[in-house]
Each structure stands twice: as structure tokens, then as C-alpha cells.
């Protein structure tokens, strides 16, 4: 990463990135070799440089993330719905998120799936939540702490959020 980042800057020759990347000749010329040879990278005098096009061409190329779900956005507002196109492949959330504000978000998207005056055995809620991300526990316990959930004697209901 280090040797293409180098050339993404300038043409280089194999010692000159060797001293920039502070790694021996060797190893510089052992990463080379594939990058010229899957077109990445290009020798001419011994220089180096970086085919912009080829990684262009390789990028478009990768497969793309799945988008989130239609049915995810159900219930939420436009700014609401970009917090969650971020954390959501399809039906399934790939990443908790940190910063609290965010986190809100797509809790009170889950809380929506909890039907205002019915109780949950927390085994339901665990399935329920299982559907959406594997660390269910850390969901469960977010949506308590701040307030979309209820619970007492290993039984939840809905505590907060909107209802649609």
C-alpha cells in the first residue's frame, strides 16, 4: 500500500520508493512485479508510475455493497433514511453505531417492529432482534437504555419511539 500510495504521487524509481517506503530494493521490486503485471503499475526507465485508468477500471469492476432495504426506510424521514442507507446491506444492519446520535436512529427504526402494548418474552425479542444484527444482546440493551423498551421479569414491551 505504502509503494502505491508513493506512486500515486509521482513516478518513482525502485530506490527511490525503497528509501521513501524505508523497506529494502527487494521487497519494493517483489511488489512491483504483479502491480506491472496486472497493468496497475507501469516501467518506463526505470520509473514506476501508477495507470490511473487501470484502477479506475478495477474499482468498477469490484462487486457493490448491497443497498439497504425499501422496506428499512418504513417510518422514517429523508435525513433519518441516510443515517440508515450507512449501517444497512438489505434487511440486516453490518455495524452498531458509536456515535450515539446515529445509534438513535436506527433504534427507533427497530422499535418500530415492536407493536405498542403487546409483551415480548425475551426470547421473541431476541429472535426479533437476531434478524437484524447477531449481537442481539447489545441491541436489546440499547434499546432499553435509551428508552424505546421496557422490560421486567425477562418479559419487554414497547416503551418509546413513534408509532406509524
Do not use: C
Not at 12 to 22: D, H, M, T
Not at 116 to 123: F, I, L, Q, S
Amino acid at each position: 500500500m505504502a509503494v502505491v500510495g508513493l506512486l500515486a504521487a509521482q513516478a518513482r524509481s525502485a530506490a527511490e520508493l525503497s528509501a521513501a517506503a524505508g523497506v529494502r530494493e527487494r521487497e519494493v521490486l517483489e511488489t512491483l512485479g504483479p502491480l506491472v503485471a496486472a497493468g496497475i503499475v507501469a516501467r518506463e526507465d526505470h520509473r514506476y508510475t501508477l495507470v490511473r485508468e487501470s484502477l479506475r477500471d478495477l474499482a468498477r469492476d469490484l462487486p457493490q455493497p448491497q443497498p439497504a432495504d425499501r422496506a428499512v426506510f418504513y417510518g422514517m424521514t429523508e435525513d433519518e433514511g441516510a443515517v440508515l442507507a450507512r449501517f444497512f446491506r438489505g434487511d440486516r444492519l453490518v455495524e452498531i453505531p458509536a456515535a450515539h446520535g446515529k445509534r438513535l436512529v436506527v433504534l427507533e427504526r427497530i422499535a418500530l417492529d415492536f407493536e405498542p402494548g403487546t409483551r415480548y418474552p425475551e426470547a421473541e425479542v431476541n429472535a426479533l432482534l437476531t434478524r437484524y444484527h447477531p449481537d442481539y444482546a447489545a441491541l436489546r440493551r440499547h434499546l432499553v437504555d435509551d428508552g424505546f423498551l421496557d422490560r421486567a421479569e425477562g418479559v419487554y414491551w414497547r416503551a418509546g419511539g413513534r408509532v406509524t
